[in-house]
């Protein structure tokens, strides 16, 4: 069976310190991975997808990057966090040829 | 690239009546219109979704319809209950089926 996990649950950092989210999908080949921003009361904000390994879009400028050293592994990653960095991360992926999204627990992310 | 508007942001309906979010994109390339429902500090999950060949979907108590020309599409919930109490998401996406763009949120709340 297919699964998605992403770690960790939940992270407090500090303004100026890196950052490093990681998920990870099971029981697939090649799927479409996407990394979502939700800010508290508000909507899911695409910051990142990929379609291969190396393959990574962005959506938005941002203090953030992504990477996908393996076909199942998806990175997002920071080199110095700011405070409206702040917010629920979302991993998330979609089969080739299906429509259906799966997302991972998510990663509530505060910077203090 | 695509723009999901989704209204209104939150809805609060007595149990028993009916609730009905709207959402409107603007590429006419997406096809596809899936809605998500997100319980607290959970994942979104997919409860229905519709292709742009089909004006109209039903699955029990919650309903999907889809106007091309006016490029929008609105989930419908009738005989609310408590448990219906969740953030709604709708999203839009393209045959390419890279992009998953999601509209802002509903946060509705069914009061008992």
């Known amino acids: 069976s297919q699964t998605i996990h992403q770690w960790p649950a939940t992270l407090v950092q ?20 996407y990394w979502y ?11 990142f997808y990929s379609v291969g390994i190396g393959q990574i879009s962005s959506e938005v400028p941002q203090n953030l990057s992504a990477s996908r050293p393996q076909d199942r ?23 080739r040829g299906r429509t259906e999204a799966f997302f991972g627990q998510g990663t509530r992310l505060t910077v203090v | 690239g695509e723009n999901v508007e989704q209204h209104p942001s939150t809805l609060s309906v007595q149990e028993g009546d009916s609730a009905v979010i709207k959402c409107t994109y603007s590429d006419s390339a997406s096809n596809y219109f899936p809605w998500y429902k997100q319980e607290l500090g959970k994942r979104p999950q997919l ?9 109209e979907k039903k699955d029990q108590r919650i309903a999907v319809t ?25 999203a839009a996406s393209n045959n390419a089926g890279n992009m998953l763009t999601f ?10």
């Open chain 2, 103 to 112: 509209g802002g949120g509903t946060r509705l709340m069914v009061k008992p």
């Open chain 1, 73 to 95: 592994q998806f990175i997002l990653s920071s080199k110095k966090l700011l405070l409206s960095d702040s917010g629920f991360y979302l991993c998330a992926y979609r089969d």
């Open chain 2, 66 to 90: 889809l106007n091309k020309t006016a490029k929008h599409f609105s989930l419908h919930i009738t005989e609310t209950q408590p448990e219906d109490s969740a953030v709604y998401f709708c």
């Open chain 1, 37 to 47: 921003r939700q800010a508290a009361g508000r909507g899911l904000q695409l910051l």
């Open chain 1, 14 to 33: 500090p303004v100026g310190s890196p950052l490093s989210l990681e998920c990870t999908v099971e029981g697939t080949s090649n799927p479409n991975l």
């Open chain 2, 47 to 55: 409860i229905i979704d519709i292709r742009s060949n089909v004006g």
